[in-house]
């Protein structure tokens, strides 16, 4: 069996963030994923799986393993791999980078999600939060608003230096108010338990993009942001459930579940409607998403070849 391996530096020089826009269009278009995942624990330790079915394009499992105690022994905390199994056959097709598909993965979703909900005269993005994602939604965006003037707000200044430093013509905001009021978009990827965006902030005509909170006690955004804007997230079915930015304001009636305007599954309704409303897009992953990114890797790896 000729299994591909695809690692990460040689994998990610094959891609465009483009393109990859179009594969999730195309994913779309396919049947609903089947999604299953499982989590084994050994304290502090964690194995993740998450699986995904779409019929017509295949299967894919992504593992992954949590090991706080790493770092202090010299290796990653997280490592993993993505299986991709061919549709018609079930035959294992290639064995992808973790950390390659997790980061196309997450600033595509965001990226694909402004291309259809934000102004396309949008010309000031601020990205919230200097870690890695941040600095990955810094080269995502800059592909679909090449013209745009990029900031960056961070609770620790010297990160946000930092991360100034490796992305050229990036400015460093002072005050998260401030910067929230002038930009068209804004992207949000902190580990936030607790709204740092207030949606008293918000103007008319912006997209708010938020990516940080993953649990159910995490919150980037307070309830009058839900309120003031529609709302749009990746799957309906993945997102809104578990992720305390939908999770808390539904279980105590701020939001309603009709506030909820679509999901990708959903073209017809997941577009601006206005120039002027404020529109909010809660990234929330998922495995189709894992699938549907490596099937575009493994596409454009055999294209290169």
Not at 4 to 18: Q, S
Not at 50 to 56: F, H, L, Q, V, Y
Not at 64 to 75: C, E, L
Not at 111 to 132: E, F, M, Q, W
Request: proline share 5%.
């Amino acid at each position: 069996m000729n299994i591909t391996m695809i690692p990460f530096k040689e994998g990610e020089a094959n891609l465009d963030w483009l393109d990859l826009c179009d594969a999730f269009a195309h994913g779309h278009s396919l049947p609903k994923a089947e999604i299953g995942d499982t989590f084994l624990y050994r304290d502090p330790d964690t194995m993740l799986s998450r699986a995904a079915w779409i019929d017509g394009m295949g299967l894919a499992v992504k593992s992954a393993t949590i090991f706080p105690r790493n770092p202090d022994k010299g290796t990653p905390m997280i490592n993993g791999a993505v299986s991709l199994f061919d549709d018609a056959a079930g035959t294992l097709a290639a064995i992808i980078d973790f950390h390659l598909v997790t980061k196309w993965k997450t600033a595509g979703d965001s990226l694909y999600a402004a291309r259809l909900l934000a102004r396309p005269d949008s010309k000031r993005i601020l990205i919230v939060g200097a870690g890695t994602v941040g600095r990955n939604l810094w080269q995502a965006y800059r592909a679909a608003f090449p013209n745009a003037e990029f900031t960056v707000w961070n609770r620790t200044r010297t990160n946000a230096e930092a991360m100034v430093a490796e992305c050229p013509g990036l400015k460093i905001a002072d005050d998260l108010e401030t910067a929230v009021r002038a930009a068209d978009i804004v992207t949000s990827a902190t580990m936030s338990t607790e709204p740092l965006i207030k949606g008293d902030w918000f103007r008319p005509g912006q997209h708010i993009d938020l990516i940080g909170a993953y649990r159910p006690d995490m919150r980037e955004v307070d309830d009058t942001a839900l309120t003031r804007a529609r709302i749009f997230v990746d799957s309906l079915d993945t997102t809104v459930d578990h992720i305390g930015e939908l999770k808390t304001p539904l279980e105590t009636g701020v939001i309603a579940r009709d506030d909820l305007q679509g999901d990708f599954y959903q073209p017809e309704r997941f577009k601006r409607a206005s120039n002027d409303e404020i529109t909010l897009f809660k990234n929330g992953g998922g495995a189709h998403l894992d699938l549907m990114v490596s099937r575009y890797i493994l596409d454009a790896w055999q294209a290169a070849k």
